[in-house]
């Protein structure tokens, strides 16, 4: 009954939009090790939805529940309406994984890759559209080690959505590429959904759940701690002003008295004050007032970073 109600707290979440997932109080440990103690969560069709915690939280665990990879030991769990854990093989046919870079051998060729993973999945989509739209035409013939890191990328997307999947898992896809890399990786990501595909993105870049996620489960130690959009996340739990500004004047202890200020402190040459409201206006009154006018004075809008630290009392990067 606990887990019914739950379940129901949880698709309230849609917006009465269908449910392509529904995880409720999913559990999982290795060998006396709790790595999952609570995966409750709903993801709508059509959306991004981000998995998002530090190394160790749980979140490849969760992902491989939802794909029928491992079994979890407790909760319930319900993917395009089956028991992955039942019903993997006709799962595997509707949902699409991103690989690993080793497990592609180095000489097969980009059409090869296709035409085999296509072959997996009978009734999927033909594979050479899948190339060329995902940009690999002209690349049919090379073979996997002679493509750039971008070219594999691609690859390992059009090969997770050839056939033509209704959901699609990316377990820490942008890991280990350099910033432009990472900018043409999320276009990819937005794409798979201007399709129609539902995306599941494991991430630990703060700013890639922020930028790309529609809602974000943050997981934390085997929980889901949070989960909203990227913007009700930092609403609810990051809800404080900071405004920032250098200065060499060493002390500014008055600030401590000015309205709004909850705290002040200094960041190598940066001084920080956090507050609430109109703490802004406040504190740069305070400053003239005193002869101070910094010309950076700023404020900062809070992060999903701040969020996690808000949540969970550390922060993300170990
Ligand atoms: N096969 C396994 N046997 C034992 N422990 C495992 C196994 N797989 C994962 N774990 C442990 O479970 C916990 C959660 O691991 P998981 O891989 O789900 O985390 P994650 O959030 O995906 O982390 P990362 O960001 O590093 O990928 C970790 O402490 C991990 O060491
Ligand atoms: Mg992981």
Known sequence: MANVMA????????????????ASHVQKSYRGFTALRDATFAVARGEIFGLLGPNGAGKTTTVECLQGLRR????????????????SRELRRRIGCQLQESALPEHIRVWEALELFA????????????????????????????LSGGQRQRLFVALAVVNGPEV?????????????????????????????????????????AERLCDRIAVMDRGKVVA??????????????????????????????????VEAVRREGPRVVV??????????AAALVAQGIAPADLHV???????????????????
Do not use: C, N, Q, Y
């Open 72 to 87: 979890p030991d407790g909760g319930a769990i319900a993917v395009l309406g089956l028991d992955p854990a039942r019903h």
């Open 168 to 208: 699609v898992f990316l377990d820490e896809m942008t890991t280990g590429l350099d910033p432009a890399a990472r900018r043409v990786a999320w276009a990819l990501i937005r794409e798979i959904r201007e399709r129609g595909t539902t995306v599941v993105l494991v991430t630990h870049f703060m700013e890639e």
């Open 7 to 22: 379940r129901r707290a949880d698709l309230r979440d849609l917006d009465g939009r269908e449910a392509v997932i529904t």
């Open 300 to 318: 900062e809008t809070p992060t999903l970073e701040d969020v996690f630290l808000s949540l969970t009392g550390h922060v993300m990067a170990e």
């Open 227 to 260: 989960l909203d959009s990227p913007r009700g996340l930092i609403v609810s739990h990051a809800a404080g002003v900071r405004v920032v500004f250098t200065t060499d004047v060493a002390d500014l202890a008055f600030l401590e008295g000015v309205r709004h």
């Open 274 to 283: 956090e507050g609430r409201g109109a703490v802004l206006a406040h504190v």
């Open 119 to 146: 072959s997996l999945t009978p009734g999927g989509r033909d594979w050479r559209d899948v190339m060329a739209e995902w940009g690999l035409a002209d690349k049919s013939r090379a073979a996997f080690h002679s």
